[in-house]
T-cell receptor, first 113, second 112 residues
């Protein structure tokens, strides 16, 4: 497809379990962002990948959160030992070289019971 | 670090009224972008402003970039119920690999 895709669309997990969220950016886009959005709130920046540069991890809320971007394409956000406060929509966005407009995926709604 | 501020967080208007909201950055920006998120949806790009003092229009929406490139405004003329949603501004500082920083957004509700 032409857009950013994310999977799963919904994830329900139990407190203490690990989860992996996947983002497939638009082909050729060099920059990729992860955000978290709680209900009715703004976008909380988590992590930023730009080409081969070291990722900007300054937004990760704790060491339970990590992300990888393999081959400059697909990215995985991993949350270990999930807590109830991790419940939110996790959004991924990719950005092209020419225009730095961000294209958002539909998000993964994470619910931690 | 760079901060982008949008105040207030919520605004309610009567259909047909005009609406203006502002975005302020703690640092000078190379460009500023605006996004709209409809209820239940994800943010969608509206526009990018690059030049000092730049003004761009999209139908009833007017976007302006401040002369100092540290603030921006969005004005909606004669609001309609289709304008409902959250409007985010996002600024990018100058420099290679600088990331886009989003404001917290303003959620607009329109009374029919």
């Amino acid at each position: 497809g032409a857009g950013v895709s994310q999977s799963p669309s919904n994830k329900v997990t139990e407190k203490g379990k690990d989860v992996e969220l996947r983002c497939d950016p638009i082909s050729g886009h060099t920059a990729l962002y992860w955000y978290r959005q709680s209900l009715g709130q703004g976008l909380e920046f988590l992590i930023y990948f730009q080409g081969n540069s070291a990722p900007d991890k300054s937004g990760l809320p704790s060491d339970r959160f990590s992300a990888e971007r393999t081959g400059g394409s697909v990215s995985t956000l991993t949350i270990q030992r999930t807590q109830q406060e991790d419940s939110a929509v996790y959004l991924c966005a990719s950005e092209g070289r020419v225009s730095n407009e961000q294209f958002f995926g539909p998000g993964t709604r994470l619910t931690v019971l | 670090g760079q901060q982008v501020m949008q105040i207030p967080q919520y605004q309610h208007v009567q259909e047909g009224e005009d609406f203006t909201t502002y975005c302020n950055s703690s640092t000078t920006l190379s460009n500023i972008q605006w996004y709209k998120q409809r209820p239940g949806g994800h943010p969608v790009f509206l526009i990018q402003l690059v030049k000092s003092g730049e003004v761009k229009k999209q139908k009833r929406l007017t976007f302006q970039f401040g002369e100092a490139k540290k603030n921006s405004s969005l004005h909606i003329t004669a609001t309609q119920t289709t304008d409902v949603g959250t409007y985010f501004c996002a600024g990018e500082a100058a420099g290679a690999n600088s990331k886009l920083t989003f404001g917290k957004g303003i959620t607009l509700s329109v009374r029919p």
